[in-house]
C-alpha cells in the first residue's frame, strides 16, 4: 500500500524551518507496512494545494497533509479540502470542546476565531487533538483515504500515533517492510558495493540494498517488502550476518540503531558510565548521547569547555600542555580525558579539541582539524582527523568519529 | 523567477534520514530571488523521477535536483537523466581528474566504476567537485536550467555556492525577494492576529504575512516580492517597526536572526561572558550557541550535570539542597546557575533542571516540569515551566525559553 505526504506552508518553501514532520511520519508508517511514495512541500495557495492533492491521489491510497491548520488567515487548508472534496462545513461539538478547553487551561478568552477551529469539512471524521486547537480530519473518499494534521510535531505525532496509524490499519490490508541498517566506517561506498558484491548480486528481488554515505560513514541499509514481516525479518538477518562476515573490520554497528543510542546500551549492559569533554562539540557530543531516553544510566554528564581557563579549571589541563602544544593538540586532549575520568569518576571519557571553523585555521592546524581521546579502563587512546566540512559538519562528524573511537576502545577492553 | 527541488532518495522516504538539503537550498536560492514553487522527495526508480521532472518543468524554469549520484548500483540519476534529455554519455576529463585527485589524496585504487563516476550525459555542463567523486551538472533545455547535484550535504553546499547560484544569476533576470522574521512569546497566534489586524489589512499585495508557531513561540513572517530590493528592505522594515510598536511586550527578538545568535551578539556588544548549567537539556542548550561561528566570544562553556554527583562537584550545589528540594527545584537551578557564574567565572549564567521524559515524571513534578534560573549582575530570577511534548521538543523547549529568559534579565540590568 501507498502512501504520499504533502506538506503545506511557505516556512518550509523558503528554508525557515527543515521539515522533520515528514520522515516522522514516513518512519511511523513504514513501520506499519506502508510505503511513502512520495513527499511533496507545497506553499499556502490554493490552486497549488489541488494540484498536490490530485496528483497524489493519482499515485497512492493514502494522503496524509500537514499543515496549514491555524486560525489565521494564510492557514487555507481546512477551506482548500472542503474544495477538493466539494463539501460544505459543519461545526464539530467535539472539536469546539477541545477548544474551549485548551483555552480555559490557558485562562484565556475565546474568541470569535478560535471557535472556527471546530468549523471542518461536512465529509470529515474529527480526529480529537488532546494537545492543541486545531482538530485532525479523516476523510474517505473513492477508496481513498486523505488524513489532514496541524503541522506543530507533537500534535501531529499523538495523532499519528493514537489516531491515524490505529484507523490506516483497520481501513487497509497491509503488507510488511522491513529495513535493516548496518553502521560501517573506513571504506568508501565503491569498495564496500566491490566487497559485498557477492552478497549484493544475490539477493531476491524482493530485497533492496542502499548506500547511505553520510558524514565519513556508509551505512547499508537492507529493504524487504511482502509477506508475512517474522519470516521477513529472519531472511534480512540472515543476508546481514553474511555481510558482517564479509567485512567484520569495517562493520562498527550491524544492530538496527542509532550510532550513541547503541553504545549507550553496550556501555549499560556492562554496567560502565561515561563522561565527555567538549571543546569544538560545544555540547553536541553530550546532546547526541542525552536525547535518548535512559542514557542519564549512564551518561554522568561533562564539561563543555570553550575557554583554555575553563579546560584547566573543570578538566585539570596543565597551563604548560596548553601553552606548548595550544588547545588543538594530542596533549591536551589526553589531559582533558583523563581529567573527566578523574574529576567526574566515571569509566569512560571521550575529549574533543579542534577548529570547526570558518575562522581560527592557520597553515599547521587547518579548519577541520579535531584530536579526539578516549580514556578508559587500562588506558587513553587518540585520533587526529581533518575534516573537510562546514562549521555545523564538522561538529557532528568529530562527535560520531569520537564514539566510534570510544567504542573501539571498549570493544578492546570489554571483548 | 521559480525553482523547484527534487530531492531523489529512499532514505528519505523512510524516514531514514531528515532533508536538510532542501531548506538550506530554498535559503540560498530566496537570498538571490528566487521563489521555490515545490519541494518532492521521490524514490529512486527511474519511472517516479521522470515524471516528477516532467511535473516540475511545468511550473518552474530551474530544477534543482539532489541525490542518486553515488557509483553503486541504486543510484540512476545520470541514467534517468540522460532518458529525459535523450542523450547519450560522454567521459568528462576535468570530473575524471576530480575522481583521480580524491582518490590520490586517500592513497586508494582507482577502480572501473569510480572512473564512471566522470561519465554524464552528452548535453550538460560539467560543475567540478572538489569535495567528492560525483561532479555536478548543469543542463539547460527549452529555456529552462535543469541542475543535478550530489546529496552529500558540504559537496551539494559547496556547488550551490560556487557553481550555481553564480550561473543562475548570469542566466534569469532575477526579481528581489525580502523575508523579515521578528519572534514573539507570550500570545498564541490568534491573539497576535488580532492585536495586529490593523496592520496585516493595510499591507500591500507584494508583502505578504505568514504566523509561524513553534515550541510555544510565534514567529511572524513578512515576505515582499518584486522590484527593488533596498526599497523592499525599507518598506518591510517599516511594517516591522508598526508592528512592534503594536505589541512591544510580545517581541522577543525583531531582528531577523535566531534567537540565541541575536543574545549572543547582545552580549558580545557588551563585552559580557556567559556560561551554563546544563541538567535535563543535556548539553542543547550549550550546541545552539556553539553551533554559531564567533561564539567563543561570549560563551565561555559549562556543565552538563546529568547525575547529582555533578551537580554537587561542578557547580556547588549543597547536597542538603537536592535532598530536600530534589533536583527539579528552584532552590537547586538557583544555585546551579550561581555557582556557574562563580566557577566559570561568566557575567552571566543559565542554568536548567527538569523532567525531559517519557520516564521520571511524578504526580508532583510531571514528564514537561522544567526549572530555569538566570544569575546575572544583580540578582537571580527563575522560572518554572510544564511542557506538552516529548523528549526531544521539551529539551528544545527548555533551552529556547532558558535564552528568553537570559534575554529579560540582559535588557533588564543593561537598559
Same mark, same amino acid.
Given at each position: 500500500m501507498?502512501?504520499?505526504i504533502?506538506?503545506i506552508g511557505d516556512?518550509i518553501?523558503i ?16 513501520e506499519?507496512g506502508?510505503?511513502?511514495k512520495?513527499?511533496t512541500?507545497?506553499?499556502?495557495e490554493?490552486?497549488?494545494?489541488l ?17 496549514g ?7 487555507i487548508?481546512?477551506?482548500t ?9 459543519k461545526?464539530?461539538?467535539?472539536a469546539l ?11 484565556r ?10 468549523d ?13 486547537t ?10 481513498? /483515504?486523505?488524513?489532514?494534521? %496541524?503541522?506543530?510535531p507533537?500534535?501531529?505525532?499523538? @495523532?499519528i =500515533? ?5 484507523? +490506516?490499519?483497520?481501513f487497509?490490508?497491509l503488507?510488511?517492510?522491513?529495513h535493516?541498517t ?6 568508501g561506498?565503491s569498495?564496500?558495493?566491490e566487497?559485498?558484491?557477492p ?20 551505512r ?12 521477513l525479518?529472519a ?12 567485512i567484520?573490520e569495517?562493520?562498527? /554497528?550491524?544492530?538496527?540503531? %542509532?550510532l ?6 553496550? @556501555?549499560? =549492559?556492562?554496567?560502565?558510565k561515561l563522561? +565527555?569533554?567538549e571543546?569544538c ?5 553530550s546532546?547526541?548521547f542525552t536525547?535518548?531516553s ?12 570553550y575557554?583554555?581557563?575553563l579546560?584547566?579549571?573543570?578538566l585539570?589541563?596543565k ?11 594530542e596533549?591536551?586532549?589526553?589531559e582533558?580525558a583523563?581529567?573527566?575520568v578523574h ?13 570547526a ?8 592546524? %587547518?579548519?577541520?582539524?579535531?584530536w ?6 587500562s588506558?587513553t ?5 581533518k ?10 562528524r568529530?562527535a ?8 573501539k576502545?571498549v ?5
Open positions: 501507498l502512501a504520499e504533502i506538506t516556512e518553501l528554508g525557515q524551518i527543515v521539515d522533520t514532520n515528514s520522515a516522522w511520519i514516513a518512519t511511523k508508517l513504514n506499519n506502508v510505503r511513502i512520495q513527499i512541500s507545497v506553499s499556502d490554493k490552486e497549488h494545494i494540484e498536490a492533492l490530485h496528483a497524489a491521489a493519482k499515485r497512492a491510497d493514502l494522503i496524509i497533509i500537514t499543515g491548520l491555524g486560525p489565521t488567515n494564510d492557514d487548508t481546512k477551506k479540502l472542503a474544495g477538493y472534496f466539494n463539501v460544505g462545513f461545526r464539530d461539538e467535539g470542546e477541545d477548544v474551549k478547553r485548551i483555552f480555559a487551561a490557558n485562562n478568552p475565546l474568541i470569535a476565531i478560535n471557535e472556527q477551529q471546530a471542518v469539512p461536512e465529509n470529515c471524521i474529527v480526529l480529537r487533538n488532546k494537545n492543541g486545531a482538530p485532525g480530519m479523516w476523510f474517505e473518499d473513492q477508496s481513498k /483515504i486523505y488524513v489532514s494534521l %496541524p503541522g506543530v507533537f500534535e501531529m505525532m499523538y @495523532l =500515533e493514537e489516531e491515524v496509524i490505529p484507523r +490506516v490499519n483497520a487497509f490490508q503488507s510488511a517492510i522491513v535493516h548496518i553502521l560501517t566506517a573506513g571504506l561506498e569498495f564496500l558495493a566487497a559485498i558484491a552478497i549484493e548480486n544475490k539477493l531476491p528481488a524482493h530485497i533492496k540494498l542502499a548506500y547511505l554515505p553520510k558524514l565519513g560513514q556508509v547499508l541499509r537492507l529493504s524487504a517488502y511482502g509477506g508475512n514481516k517474522d519470516l525479518k531472511e534480512v538477518q540472515q543476508f546481514v550476518d553474511e555481510i558482517v562476515a564479509l567484520p569495517y562493520v562498527v /554497528i550491524s544492530e538496527d540503531k %542509532p550513541e543510542k547503541a553504545v549507550l546500551d553496550i @556501555l549499560s =549492559e556492562k554496567n560502565l563522561s +565527555v569533554a571543546s562539540t560545544g555540547g553536541y557530543l546532546h547526541l536525547q535518548h535512559g542514557s542519564s544510566a549512564v551518561f554522568l554528564g561533562g564539561a563543555v569547555t575557554s583554555n581557563e579546560k584547566e579549571k573543570m585539570g589541563v597551563t604548560e600542555t596548553l601553552a606548548k602544544f595550544g588547545a588543538v593538540s596533549e591536551t586532549v589526553i582533558m583523563q581529567g573527566a574529576n567526574f569518576a566515571s569509566d569512560y571519557a571521550i575529549a574533543i579539541s579542534g577548529i571553523g570558518p575562522h581560527g585555521g592557520t597553515d599547521d592546524k %587547518p579548519v577541520g582539524t579535531v579526539v581521546a578516549v580514556s578508559g579502563k588506558k587512546i587518540t585520533q587526529k582527523y575534516f573537510p566540512g562546514r562549521r555545523v559538519q564538522n561538529i557532528e568529530a560520531i568519529n569520537s564514539i566510534i573511537l570510544l567504542l576502545l570493544r578492546e577492553e570489554y571483548a
